[in-house]
């Protein structure tokens, strides 16, 4: 059996909208993941030893249970908890920021730890007020220190957002099955989406080992 | 209110606990497939990522650039349901799950491993190749032990996250705990009940594990410093 890449003159509406379902349930899961990311970071950071507990506790559960189980309890057991009727896409868009913003806030917390403590000091003695510290000297350092893990996040993002299959979101992945099913050729649709997902990783983990070697240079 | 408490315990707990038990069971198999299949293997491409020679470099950076930068759902389809067809073998869940889950270890462990030798200062090999040693007395003595210990934590990690990938063998039918206790779930119809179950289950195994690989850790830590 060979490639026959005619599928694609047929079954490209099909394919671009799993394209475009992918890119936007990594796009809203990863902004999600930032922002909540980013406050889970506040309260671990907050010296409440209550607040910093439960933060921990979140960013510890998360990061060991299984992304596809989070997926599933989410679109088996939150409409039911909730009493609403949420349809799989967003019961696997609020699983990926979930667990996103625990990745993202291991992130933002080692970030902020490697800031050196002068900063801070320096900045109170130049007359500079909270809001101008953390906007003009602090955010800036830890987003160029943390941007190569920030973007392995959002490829790890972009990696899960394939489980959504399994509760039938009709992202690429999940396309590429249903068009298989309906043709029984599965193997052109899924070596075109093993492409299109290395085509648009690849070149992203290119620019997070770039800018990670950047910081390395840098920092010696 | 959903009282999780009153259902969690009865019911299904005593009717499927056997197959839960040997769900879990079925998800370490895989595991324990993905990391040593894959450590192995890693090894060898390790060493092969940093061959002088192209026509052996090149195939092997391809491979693990290709398997790290796709997402495993899309490998496991493409063995299970693409691949077939262009051997014209027929698999089973299981030897898909297998051969892919080896795979994506091989890569995973071979590009860390990678990077603990680039980490081992070259004047070792210069020395034990000066003291006469062969190539494998080198790798196998030299080389390779120093660049497993120092990226230890990394490793750990891995077959930690690997744990966690074995759940993704659930979407070719593969009957481990995540696919059981969906089952489970469908059957009983308190998906609340049996997902939270599963949920805790992973957790604890996942603990379990994250305790063991922290005492290997230690361990060779320990005889390293000796």
């Known amino acids: 059996m060979r490639l026959d890449l005619t599928f694609l003159a047929e079954t490209w509406p099909q394919l671009a909208q799993g394209v475009l379902a992918t890119l936007a349930i990594t796009a809203i899961s990863f902004l999600g993941a930032l922002v909540l990311g980013y406050g889970l970071t506040i309260l671990r950071l907050s010296g409440r030893t209550g607040l910093q507990r439960a933060g921990n506790l979140y960013v510890a559960l998360f990061r060991v249970i299984p992304e596809l189980g989070v997926i599933f309890w989410s679109y088996y057991c939150l409409p039911i908890l909730l009493g609403l009727a949420l349809s799989e896409y967003t019961c696997g868009i609020l699983a990926l920021m979930a667990i996103g913003a625990a990745y993202a806030s291991e992130i933002f917390r080692a970030g902020y730890n490697a800031l050196p403590r002068g900063q801070m000091d320096a900045a109170r003695a130049l007359g500079l007020g909270n809001w101008q510290t953390w906007r003009l000297v602090l955010a800036p ?3 160029r220190r943390t941007m190569p893990a920030l973007i392995n996040c959002g490829i790890d993002t ?49 620019l997070s080992r770039h800018r990670e070697a950047a910081l390395q240079r840098q920092s010696r | ?49 940093l061959s002088p020679s192209p026509w052996l470099r090149g195939p092997v950076v391809a ?51 990678r990077g603990g030798i680039q980490g081992v200062p070259k004047g070792q090999r210069d020395a034990a190749a000066a003291l006469g040693l062969s190539r494998w007395c080198i790798w196998s003595r030299i080389v390779l032990p120093q660049a497993v210990i120092d990226t230890l934590p990394a490793l750990a990690n891995t077959v930690l996250s690997f744990f966690k990938a074995t759940s993704i063998l659930s979407v070719i039918a593969v009957p481990e705990l995540m696919m059981t206790s969906t089952r489970i779930s469908a059957r009983t119809g308190d ?13 604890f195994v996942g603990a379990l594990l994250t305790l063991m690989l922290h005492r290997v850790e230690t361990a060779f830590k320990l005889r390293s410093t000796r």
């Open chain 1, 141 to 143: 350092q830890i987003l």
């Open chain 1, 158 to 206: 972009l990696k899960n957002s394939t489980l959504l299959a399994a509760i039938g979101a009709s992202e690429l992945a999940y396309q590429a099955y249903q068009i298989g099913n309906a043709t029984y050729n599965y193997l052109a649709p899924f070596t075109f989406v093993a492409i299109v997902f290395f085509l648009i990783i690849f070149p992203l983990s290119l």
């Open chain 2, 1 to 49: 209110m959903y009282s999780i408490v009153s259902d969690l315990l009865p019911g299904f707990l005593t009717q499927y606990w056997l197959a839960l038990a040997f769900a879990v069971l079925t998800s370490l198999k895989f595991l324990a497939l993905g990391v040593g299949v894959g450590f192995t293997a890693g090894l060898g491409l390790a060493i092969a990522q």
């Open chain 2, 63 to 113: 491979l693990v650039e290709l398997i790290r930068n796709t997402p495993l759902l899309v490998q496991l389809f493409w063995i299970h349901f693409a691949l077939p067809a262009l051997t014209g073998i027929g698999s089973s869940p299981e030897r898909s799950a297998a051969i892919g889950i080896a795979l994506s270890g091989a890569c995973y462990f071979s590009e860390i491993i």
């Open chain 2, 191 to 203: 998906p609340i009940g049996v997902l939270t179950l599963m949920t805790l289950l992973y957790i």
